[in-house]
């Protein structure tokens, strides 16, 4: 089996910017998905997965992961039929990182999901709904949950808004906040189309950065790169963290009430650039 991308592999999950999502149904990709520049991969045997072929798709997941691979899995909803499933066969699975539980709606699906896996497996609340939207805070405080993420093509079906960024500027906010309330790493925020293009993924990046989220699902992994980039520190951002850092270790004066939170901001952006290797890039 393919080694893990190691820089990808050596990442806290709690960092992760790029969640590639890749078809259990197809095996001819997974190789090339963990070996590409994506912070953390999912095998979804979910919502790509047609019905006729969840049980060849799981059996295949269950091959990947107690053959050498490392990855997420996105499982069905509890309220689905496959649930149990999915979460036998994952209880049994050697490379399993973690999995991504789909339409989130109570805190309970979480914890129940999270105690039917080995123990400590983490579970990533995939929000999907208004009612998800509406419990977030309760969801980001359930024992088991690592992280929220938010699934915005569902959530526009379910509540009939479209996809400008202001129009989903509430639910990513919930999330958001939501997470700082359970004291959860930033929320990871919906893919943009498989097929968009650059200037597309750049201004989705930057709604999700400036939304305060941290992370964002992809269904193509041509994109991770450019969703790495873009949900890091910025050259310029660099630049001034290590000035005033540098500054502050020669002895430069609190000056006002602003110097501190500037300085922890600093510490903050040389942490990041240091767990994503971007002082030297």
Request: aromatic letters at 6%.
């Amino acid at each position: 089996m393919p080694i893990r991308n190691r820089r990808a592999a050596a990442l806290p999950a709690k960092l992760s910017r790029s969640w590639l999502l890749i078809n259990a149904a197809k095996e001819e990709d997974f190789a090339p998905g963990l070996a590409s520049e994506a912070d953390s991969v999912i095998f979804d045997l979910e919502a790509s997965v047609p019905a006729d072929q969840k049980e060849q798709a799981r059996d295949a997941v269950l091959r990947a992961l107690n053959g050498g691979m490392t990855a997420w899995v996105r499982i069905s909803p509890t309220t689905s039929e496959y649930w149990e499933h999915d979460v036998a066969a994952l209880s049994k699975a050697e490379g399993l990182r973690g999995v991504m539980l789909a339409e989130t709606e109570r805190p309970d699906q979480v914890t129940y999901t999270a105690m039917r896996l080995r123990a400590g497996t983490p579970v990533i609340a995939l929000i999907e709904s208004a009612l998800g939207v509406e419990n977030a805070t309760q969801i980001a405080s359930a024992p088991g949950t690592f992280r929220l993420a938010f699934g915005t093509n569902d959530f526009r079906k379910d509540v009939g808004v479209s996809a400008d960024p202001m129009a989903l500027a509430y639910a990513r906010s919930r999330l958001v906040i939501a997470s700082r309330v359970g004291g959860l790493p930033g929320a990871i925020d919906g893919p943009t189309e498989a097929n968009a293009d650059d200037a597309t993924i750049a201004e989705a990046c930057r709604v999700t950065a400036e939304m305060g989220m941290t992370g964002k699902l992809s269904l193509n992994r041509a994109q991770v790169e450019q969703v790495n980039k873009g949900l890091s520190p910025s050259e310029d951002e660099l630049t001034w963290a290590r000035e005033l850092i540098e500054a502050h270790e020669r002895g430069a004066s609190i000056g006002d009430g602003s110097y501190l939170p500037r300085l922890a901001r600093a510490q903050k952006i040389a942490s990041l650039a240091d767990s994503y290797g971007l002082w030297n890039a």
